[in-house]
């Protein structure tokens, strides 16, 4: 049994980020700056109170007579209690007899065109860290970029040197948080396989996304601080295409409204979860492509597939998104930044972002450890996505329209997809 060291980790972060915000928020406090005070503390309160909830809700505590751990909850305590609970669990594997051991089977990386079942024993400890390990994956990701991403926005904004420490905390955390919604992603899409993550695959994760991240709120600090009031337009606009994305998905396929998320929730409830995961999926995609595709018509709420050609559109319009608003930064920046070279640094940071798309592809390509389950390489997928766009620019040409001709059908976006093979029948039986 693993020693729980993600738990650890997401803990550490949690609590060295609220104090170093508290410290900060009390500094602006005897500096008199009330703004800055009430935009710290919201951006540190609101997240912890997310997190005690998302803790509450997967460990079912109120369906439980446990009411010192819902105290800890409301003193914003909860995460503590919970990795000393994990902690301890693991320290007493091997010394209580445990009363029951269930029975998993997990399907092996295929090796010459097979793949075996696995069958292994797993006992009510292992059952119990792994409901820990899930529970702070999910916060980890919630407090990265309902917490993390604007407070780092915030405090870079800001730019007061007292402000360094918080700044690398944030940057960590937003870091470390979409790596786990990388590795949650991969979990949740191939749950039938052992999947075994090696270290390299975390190495271009963390590379990735700390170049898409620094890129990306440096872009935004540096576009705010000369036009303060098109910020606004700029961050609704992204968070409401993304927020609404699933939902307009969902009216359009006409489903049931989903009633499996919990049993004990009404209808109301369902759909204020919904709103949150929606929310949380919105404010994922302002900073980086969120590796968990939000799907509300699966019943796992969630996509399974991937899909080369939407990640292709995104980085292309993010990366278009960045050089504009760098470009507009430069049209109008103030003498504040005659200090610095300012084409410089706009080359810099497109450089930045397009290393972050080159790791990005040597992760898919060369370290994801389900890539023998693609139905095609990234490369070949990407390339017939860039094919794609090619002819159906040249198809919208005027010069291209064919006359007195039925236009010829488009080819299949299919081609992009990279859809889990279907297993063949001996491998079901």
């Not at 109120?62 to 909850?73: A, E, V």
């Not at 990735?208 to 303060?228: D, G, H, N, Y």
């Not at 389950?373 to 919208?396: E, K, Y």
Request: net charge neutral; hydrophobic share 50%.
């Amino acid at each position: 049994m693993r020693l729980p060291c993600s738990i650890f980790v997401s803990v550490s972060l949690f609590t060295a980020e609220t104090t170093a915000a508290l410290y900060l928020s009390s500094t602006y406090s005897s500096a008199g700056d009330q703004i800055w005070q009430g935009l710290t503390l919201l951006f540190t309160l609101v997240p912890s109170v997310l997190v005690q909830l998302t803790l509450t809700f997967i460990h079912r505590d109120l369906s439980r007579d446990r009411p010192l751990i819902l105290l800890l909850h409301i003193l914003q305590l909860g995460p503590i209690v919970r990795c000393l609970e994990a902690f301890c669990i693991y320290g007493s594997v091997g010394r209580v007899e445990e009363p029951y051991v269930s029975i998993t089977r997990k399907k092996q990386m295929p090796r010459g065109g097979q793949s075996e079942e696995v069958e292994r024993q797993v006992g009510q400890a292992e059952g119990k860290l792994f409901t820990h390990r899930a529970a702070f994956a999910r916060t980890s990701v919630i407090q990265a970029f309902l917490g993390s991403a604007p407070q780092l926005t915030l405090q870079l904004y800001i730019c007061v040197l007292q402000q360094g420490t918080l700044m690398v905390i944030s940057l960590l955390s937003i870091v470390y948080g979409a790596l786990r919604c990388n590795i949650l992603a991969i979990k949740l899409k191939y749950d039938d396989y052992e999947v075994d993550v090696r270290p390299m695959a975390y190495l271009c994760i963390f590379l990735w996304r700390s170049f898409e991240i620094a890129t990306r709120v440096v872009v935004l600090v540096l576009f705010s601080s000369v036009l303060q009031l098109w910020i606004l337009p700029v961050v609704l606009l992204n968070f409401l295409t993304f927020f609404l994305y699933p939902w307009i998905l969902f009216w359009q396929s006409h489903s049931p409204f989903p009633e499996n998320i919990e049993k004990t929730l009404t209808r109301v409830g369902t759909t204020i979860v919904l709103c949150l995961l929606t929310f949380l999926y919105a404010g994922i995609n302002m900073f980086c492509w969120s590796a968990v595709q939000v799907k509300l018509n699966d019943p796992d709420l969630i996509n399974k597939a991937l899909n080369w050609y939407h990640m292709a559109v995104y980085y292309m319009l993010r990366f278009v998104e960045n050089a504009s608003l760098l470009l507009l930064w430069y049209i109008y920046k103030t003498d504040f930044y005659n200090f610095i070279c300012a084409p410089l640094l706009v080359l810099q940071l497109l450089v930045a972002y397009t290393m972050a798309i080159f790791f990005m592809l040597v992760f898919f390509q060369f370290c994801h450890p389900c890539r023998r389950l693609f139905s095609s390489s990234m490369t070949q997928g990407l390339w017939n996505c860039s094919s794609l766009l090619c002819l159906m620019c040249n198809s919208a040409s005027p010069h291209n329209r064919p006359i007195g001709k039925v236009a010829l059908e488009p080819p299949n976006v299919d081609l992009c997809t990279a859809e889990e093979p279907v297993p063949s029948p001996d491998t079901l039986l």
